[in-house]
């Protein structure tokens, strides 16, 4: 059942990812207007975001796993 979930988690994630959210257009955005040191610049900031609403996720899910 596990390997099930998992391709199912997987699944879903790419398929969450494939539009284009506000903050890769304004990274696309401002390497074309600005150059590609600005344009990384947020991508670092939009990248450390993704990550911080992760790890509250999978904190969460933990807390429901176990209820």
Known sequence: MTPV?????????IIGTLPPEVSNLAV??????????????????????????IIISVVQAVKLTFL
């Open 5 to 13: 979930l998992f391709l199912i988690g997987i699944t879903v994630t």
């Open 28 to 53: 696309i955005k401002t390497t074309i207007n600005e150059n590609i040191k600005q344009g990384l610049k947020i991508s670092y900031d939009t990248g450390m975001r993704e990550v911080i609403l």
